[in-house]
């Protein structure tokens, strides 16, 4: 798991580390003022604002907090996403206030206010950071909104979060990706459950309905982990099937697919949706909507793409190309939290204990787009 974290902390702090191309005329008096420029060759820095964090020993040391504090938090949450995705938006909107726009080289006159201006809203991000309480007035899903509104549901979830993260912390890395991988599928299947997936926007009023539901699914996974008594075999990769071939049965299907390749590393399953299904006695055919949110960049025709995603894709118009995989590889990558949808009809088989995915791989999808994110 650390060497997950540490590899997202430095995608997220350096996000476009090839290839600077100054503008310009200040160029040379601006790396004149940054004593580790050299040094640390921050020439091969794209964005202006983390080219002074790397050649300024003031911001590099206050940078290096912030990244303790972002694995901190990183660390403490089973779910990633919503941090991962909230630290990319925060270094876009950090350059912005401080007067960077775009690949726009710092004016060797605007240096110290750049300067003073990074310093402060860097060292103000690791103190929030570093406030556990920061987790919930973040969360930007329906469900996390209800949970934080409630004192009581918020501390419900931190004790399930760290008794989750314990279990797992006792197994080795293949099961221990399984694991995450699980974890993250009972979010979903929650959310679907009690009616909140695609409710971000709405008020927290109208949510009321559903946090009943919320109550007696994290009081069941707490029960059934404290039943465990520290035993994660027992509260992890116990369920091999699906009841119904449907919604959960394709989430379950990705869910293993995802583990199994480690995709987790890159991507994160965020939405699953059944389109269509044709079911007999002993079959099942269910055609599946799968987004996915990218969690560290990817070539996006390369083998994570064509493994994790079940494609290559044409960085241009964000469509699939399905033939590409075996042909060539791609410079163009996904950004952080660039969302990828594709669809794939699954293939399930009925077993003495329900509906058994008959698919290895997501390969190939029938239909795809990438969209979002920077």
Same mark, same amino acid.
């Given at each position: 798991?650390?060497?997950?974290?540490?590899?997202?902390?430095?995608?997220?702090?350096?996000?476009?580390?090839?290839?600077?191309?100054?503008?310009?005329?200040?160029?040379?008096?601006?790396?004149?003022?940054?004593?580790?420029?050299?040094?640390?060759?921050?020439?091969?820095?794209?964005?202006?604002?983390?080219?002074?964090?790397?050649?300024?020993?003031?911001?590099?040391?206050?940078?290096?907090?912030?990244?303790?504090?972002?694995?901190?938090?990183?660390?403490?949450?089973?779910?990633?996403?919503?941090?991962?995705?909230?630290?990319?938006?925060?270094?876009?909107?950090?350059?912005?206030?401080?007067?960077?726009?775009?690949?726009?080289?710092?004016?060797?006159?605007?240096?110290?206010?750049?300067?003073?201006?990074?310093?402060?809203?860097?060292?103000?991000?690791?103190?929030?950071?570093?406030?556990?309480?920061?987790?919930?007035?973040?969360?930007?899903?329906?469900?996390?909104?209800? &949970?934080?509104?409630?004192? =009581? +549901?918020?501390?419900?979830? *931190?004790?399930?979060?760290? #008794? $989750?993260? /314990?279990? @797992?912390?006792?197994?080795?890395?293949?099961?221990?990706?399984?694991?995450?991988?699980?974890?993250?599928?009972?979010?979903?299947?929650?959310?679907?459950?009690?009616?909140?997936?695609?409710?971000?926007?709405?008020?927290?009023?109208?949510?009321?309905?559903?946090?009943?539901?919320?109550?007696?699914?994290?009081?069941?996974?707490?029960?059934?982990?404290?039943?465990?008594?520290?035993?994660?075999?027992?509260?992890?990769?116990?369920?091999?099937?699906?009841?119904?071939?449907?919604?959960?049965?394709?989430?379950?299907?990705?869910?293993?697919?995802?583990?199994?390749?480690?995709?987790?590393?890159?991507?994160? &399953?965020?939405?699953?949706? =059944? +389109?269509?299904?044709?079911? *007999?006695?002993?079959?099942? #055919? $269910?055609? /599946?909507? @799968?987004?996915?949110?990218?969690?560290?960049?990817?070539?996006?025709?390369?083998?994570?793409?064509?493994?994790?995603?079940?494609?290559?894709?044409?960085?241009?118009?964000?469509?699939?190309?399905?033939?590409?995989?075996?042909?060539?590889?791609?410079?163009?990558?996904?950004?952080?939290?660039?969302?990828?949808?594709?669809?794939?009809?699954?293939?399930?088989?009925?077993?003495?204990?329900?509906?058994?995915?008959?698919?290895?791989?997501?390969?190939?999808?029938?239909?795809?787009?990438?969209?979002?994110?920077?």
């Amino acid at each position: 798991m650390r060497s997950i974290v540490l590899t997202v902390l430095a995608l997220l702090a350096w996000p476009a580390a090839s290839g600077f191309a100054q503008s310009g005329t200040s160029a040379p008096s601006i790396a004149g003022r940054l004593p580790l420029f050299s040094k640390n060759n921050c020439q091969a820095i794209r964005d202006p604002g983390n080219q002074l964090v790397c050649g300024d020993a003031e911001l590099s040391a206050a940078a290096e907090k912030l990244s303790t504090a972002v694995e901190a938090r990183l660390a403490r949450l089973p779910d990633r996403l919503p941090a991962i995705e909230e630290n990319a938006v925060w270094n876009r909107q950090r350059n912005l206030g401080c007067g960077i726009v775009g690949q726009t080289a710092v004016r060797a006159e605007d240096f110290d206010r750049v300067k003073t201006c990074l310093l402060k809203v860097t060292e103000e991000r690791a103190a929030i950071l570093r406030d556990p309480d920061f987790d919930c007035l973040a969360a930007n899903t329906a469900a996390g909104a209800l &949970i934080c509104a409630d004192p =009581a +549901l918020a501390l419900t979830e *931190t004790e399930l979060n760290s #008794q $989750v993260l /314990g279990l @797992i912390g006792k197994l080795d890395p293949t099961a221990a990706r399984f694991a995450f991988a699980e974890y993250g599928r009972w979010t979903r299947e929650r959310d679907r459950k009690c009616n909140l997936v695609g409710k971000e926007n709405v008020p927290l009023e109208e949510l009321g309905s559903a946090e009943a539901c919320l109550v007696d699914d994290l009081k069941r996974r707490a029960d059934e982990i404290a039943a465990a008594k520290g035993d994660p075999k027992k509260v992890f990769g116990r369920q091999v099937a699906a009841r119904e071939p449907d919604t959960d049965a394709v989430d379950f299907c990705a869910a293993r697919i995802h583990a199994a390749n480690s995709c987790g590393n890159f991507l994160r &399953i965020n939405r699953v949706y =059944a +389109l269509d299904s044709q079911v *007999t006695d002993q079959e099942a #055919q $269910v055609t /599946g909507e @799968i987004e996915m949110v990218v969690l560290a960049p990817f070539a996006t025709c390369s083998k994570v793409a064509s493994t994790c995603t079940g494609t290559c894709w044409d960085a241009a118009t964000g469509l699939p190309r399905p033939g590409a995989a075996n042909k060539e590889r791609s410079a163009a990558a996904f950004n952080v939290t660039r969302r990828l949808r594709i669809q794939r009809t699954f293939a399930f088989v009925k077993a003495a204990d329900g509906w058994r995915c008959r698919e290895d791989e997501l390969a190939p999808v029938n239909a795809g787009t990438a969209n979002g994110g920077s």
